[in-house]
């Protein structure tokens, strides 16, 4: 260990940031089947819009406390998404295994990588 101190604050940042991912979770599964049509072609915009807030609070997150807190949200969106996926008492599920899902899934967890990854080397 290098002997850092963390701060009260920075783990009050990294507990918010937390507490926000799960609130985007939340808003996620709300949203995230939400399409516009132009013409014939559907433009999803709810599954967008999703990762894109989920990137940019985890950006926000990352200016705030670093690394942690970009992790910090993401982990809380995960948490919530990941119990969307399991069987309910009555056998339904809240995401189903289609091609919405599997774009907010992935691209939810390439914008977290991508931004720890980020905020680390530029932190090391």
């Known amino acids: 260990m290098s002997g850092a101190r963390i701060g009260s604050a920075t783990v009050a940042r990294v507990i918010v940031a ?30 967008v819009l999703s990762v894109l807030t989920l990137a940019a609070v985890c950006v ?22 990941a119990v969307a996926t399991l069987w309910m008492p009555g056998g339904d599920v809240l995401l189903g295994a289609d091609g919405y899902t599997l774009v907010l899934a992935a691209g939810g967890m390439l914008a977290i990588g991508v931004v720890v990854i980020a905020t680390s080397n530029r932190a090391g």
């Open 60 to 81: 926000a997150g990352a200016q705030l406390a670093g690394a942690a807190a970009a992790l910090a949200t993401g982990a809380g969106w995960f948490v919530v998404i």
């Open 18 to 47: 937390g507490l926000c991912g799960l609130w985007i979770g939340l808003v996620a599964l709300a949203i995230y089947r939400m399409t516009t049509q132009i013409g014939a072609v559907p433009l999803p915009w709810g599954v």
